[in-house]
């Protein structure tokens, strides 16, 4: 691949990734599209939630699963950070906790590819003390 | 946090919730002076003087979740063990700047870390933000700005893994300039 430096090598590019982005849009439907969300407070940052969500991105694009990875702020689990949410289409989001590389792989491959579910899922209803 | 480029995440994320539109982030190493300065300036909402006040405070929060919030307070005390300071100003309706000071050669000043990486993230995730970032040097100077980047790529949507890639190789090709 050749090195980009400035836009006017980006603009070189732009048919290339044009061409990528138009064979997601084919099969695109936003409805069907899964959403992965990471939780990036300040303790999900220093438990290393960009690494995490780094890696996701990465892999959901090598593997050809058509995922939006996104962050949300805080979700108030700080005692499981890294905290990752997934939505699938039509589905309840489910947030995995603890979640390192070897987790993620594991929410690609057995959650998202076959709906297995996994360790360490926190419980939808678990509220915090101030809601209560 | 492990460094600097992670603390600059973390208060980002701050201006992204306040609702900004325009987001700066400025850094400028000196090694005559010995400094590393990083600002971060928003347009978002602002925060009146008495929460300007408290934010630094481990035991102020505006989050409803729990009762600390240790964001800023951590960036604060980074900068000021380094020898450096931290300041930060806010009006309500205008927007926000965080200033903080690092001693460059300080030994505890934390590295700065994978700001390409960070920069990445934070553009991929809040694509509809303008992000102005400027990285100087000692003179050298290398600039991002999603402005520019929009235009060329002409609505091809910048949270695309594809081309989140090629930004992000080609920032970090110009820091490596701009660093050595």
Request: glycine share 8%.
């Given at each position: 691949m050749t090195k980009i430096k400035s836009l006017a090598d980006l603009k070189k590019m732009k048919s290339s990734l044009q061409s990528q982005v138009a064979l997601r849009e084919k099969s695109d439907n936003p409805e069907g599209r899964i959403l992965v969300r990471v939780g990036m407070g300040t303790s999900g940052i220093a438990s290393g939630a960009k690494q995490v969500m780094e890696f996701l991105i990465d892999e959901l694009e090598k593997r050809n699963v058509d995922a939006i990875v996104t962050q949300t702020g805080d979700m108030g689990y700080s005692y499981a950070e890294p905290t990752v949410e997934v939505t699938l289409p039509g589905q309840e989001p489910i947030v995995f906790g603890d979640v390192d590389q070897k987790k993620a792989d594991d929410i690609i491959e057995k959650y998202i590819k076959n709906g297995e579910l996994l360790d360490g899922i926190i419980p939808q209803n678990y509220e915090t003390i101030d809601k209560k | 946090m492990k460094d600097l480029s992670l603390h600059i995440l973390d208060v980002v994320q701050?201006?992204?919730?306040?609702?900004?539109?325009?987001?700066?982030?400025?850094?400028?190493?000196?090694?005559?002076?010995?400094?590393?300065?990083?600002?971060?300036?928003?347009?978002?909402?602002?925060?009146?003087?008495?929460?300007?006040?408290?934010?630094?405070?481990?035991?102020?929060?505006?989050?409803?979740?729990?009762?600390?919030?240790?964001?800023?307070?951590?960036?604060?005390?980074?900068?000021?063990?380094?020898?450096?300071?931290?300041?930060?100003?806010?009006?309500?309706?205008?927007?926000?700047?965080?200033?903080?000071?690092?001693?460059?050669?300080?030994?505890?000043?934390?590295?700065?870390?994978?700001?390409?990486?960070?920069?990445?993230?934070?553009?991929?995730?809040?694509?509809?933000?303008?992000?102005?970032?400027?990285?100087?040097?000692?003179?050298?100077?290398?600039?991002?700005?999603?402005?520019?980047?929009?235009?060329?790529?002409?609505?091809?949507?910048?949270?695309?893994?594809?081309?989140?890639?090629?930004?992000?190789?080609?920032?970090?090709?110009?820091?490596?300039?701009?660093?050595?």
């Open positions: - | 701050n201006s992204v919730s306040a609702g900004a539109k325009n987001i700066v982030v400025s850094i400028a190493e000196d090694t005559k002076k010995d400094t590393l300065t990083i600002l971060i300036q928003d347009d978002g909402k602002g925060m009146a003087p008495d929460v300007v006040a408290r934010v630094t405070d481990p035991y102020y929060t505006t989050r409803t979740t729990r009762h600390v919030g240790l964001g800023l307070p951590l960036f604060k005390q980074n900068a000021e063990m380094s020898d450096g300071l931290f300041h930060i100003e806010s009006q309500v309706g205008r927007g926000t700047v965080v200033k903080a000071v690092f001693g460059h050669s300080h030994i505890d000043r934390p590295p700065l870390g994978d700001m390409a990486g960070v920069l990445m993230m934070l553009v991929g995730s809040n694509p509809e933000i303008e992000y102005y970032y400027k990285h100087t040097k000692d003179g050298r100077e290398y600039v991002f700005d999603t402005r520019e980047v929009k235009e060329v790529l002409e609505g091809l949507p910048l949270n695309e893994p594809a081309v989140l890639r090629q930004l992000k190789e080609m920032v970090r090709e110009n820091l490596r300039e701009v660093e050595s």
